[in-house]
């Protein structure tokens, strides 16, 4: 029963974050070009954009492969959703899978392979090279990004996401690996085209790899784009912040605040962190990210050693 309960949460959780960072940003993008707009009329921005897009006449470019831009849209839709399905909403997740922590990083290349398969279907040059631009920027922060994930499977000994949960139930992996989190957070914004990392679907191509998407076809991949950073950052929850442990509250309440501040956060920084070009950030991957991560990952299997060694 707690499994059924956990399940018909999860959908409506992720639809909830959602529209909050479609609100959220549209927000801070009125406060930043000097609107200001209330926060009821921001709240409801997801509806009429919603609105908006489904009574939007669809459109479609000369020779284009219809069946691969639907496929690449829906299956963003789909990885986006089955990759937080193995967040335990409390002390359970819908899917309690032995590799849950694997099972999330395949579903974000999943991700990337639908992003890539919406630049390529409409037959468009600028779409193309948006859909090229996100295989570039994926295959420049998996690395950093795969890194962080294994080093809090490392600190808890299992690839479980429960046991990985109570493996904090005394100190939070964030306090042990701050390194490990700080290049989750932007990793995970790049494996989710968000902030400065958006240059797949930049204006210098015409919106890149979503350029030529209109009506439901761009309704769906904008949600998710969306759905894709919620489970990003609810899969932080138990990774680096200590699951459902918490005072007072029920397990599966820290579980929905935990992520709605990280996703509060990741929001935050799409207005504060500098845009910059593309290769610019792969630079900084390489030769910052995949380094600091790797130091990271070093150190605590060495404490993970340390500690295992005293207990024998």
């Given at each position: 029963?707690?499994?059924?309960?956990?399940?018909?949460?999860?959908?409506?959780a992720l639809v909830a974050g959602a529209w909050w960072v479609t609100a959220l940003d549209g927000v801070l993008a009125d406060r930043a070009a000097g609107l200001g707009a209330g926060a009821?009329?921001?709240?409801?921005?997801?509806?009429?954009?919603?609105?908006?897009?489904?009574?939007?006449?669809?459109?479609?470019?000369?020779?284009?492969?219809?069946?691969?831009?639907?496929?690449?849209?829906?299956?963003?839709?789909?990885?986006s959703v089955l990759g937080a399905?193995?967040?335990?909403?409390?002390?359970?997740?819908?899917?309690?899978?032995?590799?849950?922590?694997?099972?999330?990083?395949?579903?974000?290349?999943?991700?990337?392979?639908?992003?890539w398969l919406v630049g390529w279907g409409p037959n468009s040059a600028l779409s193309l090279v948006g859909g090229y631009r996100f295989v570039a920027q994926g295959l420049s922060y998996e690395l950093p990004h795969m890194f962080a994930i294994i080093t809090a499977a490392l600190g808890a000994g299992s690839l479980r996401m429960s046991e990985i949960v109570d493996a904090q139930a005394d100190l939070w992996f964030v306090v042990w690996m701050p390194a490990a989190f700080a290049v989750y957070l932007l990793s995970a914004a790049a494996m989710a085209f968000w902030g400065p990392f958006d240059a797949p679907l930049g204006r210098d191509v015409a919106g890149g790899a979503a350029g030529e998407l209109s009506g439901v076809d761009r309704l769906l991949f904008a949600g998710g784009r969306r759905l894709l950073l919620v489970a990003a950052a609810a899969v932080a929850v138990p990774l680096f912040l200590g699951g459902g442990h918490g005072p007072w509250l029920p397990a599966w309440a820290w579980v929905l605040l935990k992520a709605l501040a990280v996703l509060t956060l990741l929001v935050w920084l799409r207005h504060r962190l500098p845009v910059v070009r593309m290769d610019r950030w792969a630079e900084v991957s390489w030769i910052v990210l995949l380094p600091l991560t790797m130091v990271q990952t070093l150190a605590v299997a060495l404490v993970t050693l340390a500690v295992g060694g005293v207990g024998r």
């Open positions: 029963m707690a499994t059924v309960a956990v399940t018909c949460l999860l959908p409506v009821g009329w921001g709240l409801a921005r997801p509806g009429r954009e919603v609105a908006r897009l489904l009574v939007a006449q669809r459109r479609t470019t000369l020779a284009a492969d219809g069946i691969l831009r639907w496929a690449g849209v829906v299956t963003l839709v789909v990885a399905a193995v967040v335990p909403l409390g002390w359970r997740a819908p899917a309690e899978l032995s590799v849950g922590v694997v099972w999330f990083n395949a579903m974000e290349v999943v991700a990337w392979a639908a992003v």
